[in-house]
């Protein structure tokens, strides 16, 4: 198979942890016979400061043209100052609006080796599986208006939260379809006995659902679903929710695997191909330093291998290679509990690639 993957570095880690997930991925190309090919693009604040965009418009083209987006983290302190349309982050949502990419999925797995990192008991969350599939392109994060204005002599603040029938359907039906080869179980969250978005979010999922005969369907209001993520996470199969609650609820979930370190992401689009990256942000604290764990960029790549280019065995190969890592007792700093034994971000991709070399596959 030949693919070309879009590569976003961005800021922060960004470079030092996509560098690393391609190192990888080139051995996956060589054991299985696969061609990937790789072109840079500039976004965040490593654009602005290039060309005065966080997003500009060749990366938009080239990531068109790709098979794939690799995307590594955008921000940091330096454009902090900056308004808000300018900022770093405004490069990752134009990507997510100019390439519709509606579905964030966010796969949360604890891996047993690595229970004594999360700071939740471990039976507690021993053996959770769950995904949580966000809404990216509506919601309040896009609503318009967005604007302050002067009332009674006051400033105020204006965000709008609105979701059309059919933006709805299209993400609570891909929890449904994840599910269907999961658990067969979708949580539907919303805030329906405050906002008018969630009530109609609550009869899109019930329709939807008649569709859906194998999958069951609760729905829960967010701040109970805030809570039973720490108390009961193995009750979860695939989460469905809106922008904001997602991304609230993915950084939550994010703590049961002990760092953000670990967690992968794939956004699929409605129109063209699919961006992955690691949820966790541009770490300017450890930037430069050698001190990112790269396993949730490597991680996001399996996702790519799977959701994108459907290598479904390549992608368990390389899930079994990061476990195994793991199980040998690799940790970066983020995960251990011993700062001077901790590896190197070169150091875990090395042992990655080690693992992957004495992988069985057949
Ligand atoms: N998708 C994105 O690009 C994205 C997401 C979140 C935040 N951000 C941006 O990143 C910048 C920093 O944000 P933040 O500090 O709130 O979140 P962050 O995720 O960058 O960092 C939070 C903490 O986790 C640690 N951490 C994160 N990833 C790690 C990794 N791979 N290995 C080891 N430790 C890791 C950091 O060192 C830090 O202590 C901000 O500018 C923010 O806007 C970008």
């Keep these: 198979m030949r693919k070309k993957i879009a590569v976003l570095p961005g800021d922060g880690i960004g470079p030092e942890v996509t560098s690393s ?25 490593v654009a602005i400061d290039q060309t005065g965009n966080p997003l500009p418009e060749e990366t938009v ?19 902090d100052q900056l308004p808000g349309h300018q900022r770093p982050e405004k490069g990752l949502l134009g990507l997510r609006k100019a390439l519709q990419l ?74 449904f379809e994840l599910a269907q080869v999961r658990n067969k179980k979708v949580t539907s969250v919303d805030k329906a006995n405050v906002l008018e978005s969630s009530r109609l979010w609550r009869e899109v999922a019930e329709e939807v659902a008649k569709d859906f005969p194998e999958v069951s ?17 193995k009750a979860f199969d695939v989460i469905v929710t809106e922008n904001m609650f997602g991304d609230i609820l993915s950084d939550e979930a994010s703590m049961l695997t002990g760092s ?19 949820i966790h942000g541009s770490a300017p604290d450890i930037a430069g330093k050698g001190l990112a764990n790269p396993l949730a960029t490597i991680s ?22 990061v476990n195994q890592v793991l199980s040998n007792g690799a940790r970066t700093a983020d995960l251990a509990k011993d700062a001077s034994h901790a590896l190197s971000t070169d150091e875990m991709t090395e042992r990655v690639i080690a693992a992957l070399s004495v992988t069985s596959y057949t």
Aim: aromatic share 6%.
């Design 300 to 321: 996001s790549l399996s996702m790519m291998l799977k959701y994108e280019f459907g290598l479904e065995q390549e992608a368990e190969v390389l899930n079994e290679a």
């Design 61 to 79: 083209e080239l990531c068109k043209k790709s098979d794939a987006i690799l995307l590594g983290a955008v921000g940091g302190p330096k454009w």
């Design 102 to 175: 509606f579905a964030n999925l966010r796969p949360v797995t604890t891996f047993s080796s690595l229970t004594e990192a999360s700071t939740l008991k471990s039976e507690v969350i021993e053996g959770v599986d769950l995904m949580i599939v966000r809404e990216l392109t509506g919601g309040i994060y896009f609503g318009e208006p967005r604007e302050r204005i002067e009332k009674n002599g006051e400033e105020h603040a204006i965000d709008t939260l609105t979701y059309s029938k059919s933006e709805i359907e299209r993400i609570v039906r891909k929890g």
């Design 217 to 233: 369907l609760e729905h829960m209001l967010v701040d109970n679903c805030a809570m039973q993520l720490i108390r009961a996470p």
């Design 260 to 278: 953000l370190g670990m967690l992968p992401s794939a956004s699929l689009s409605a129109t063209c191909c699919g961006l992955y990256e690691p």
């Design 21 to 45: 997930a391609l190192k990888v991925l080139n051995i996956i190309g060589e054991r299985f016979g696969h061609e990937f090919t790789y072109e840079e693009g500039l976004i965040g604040g």
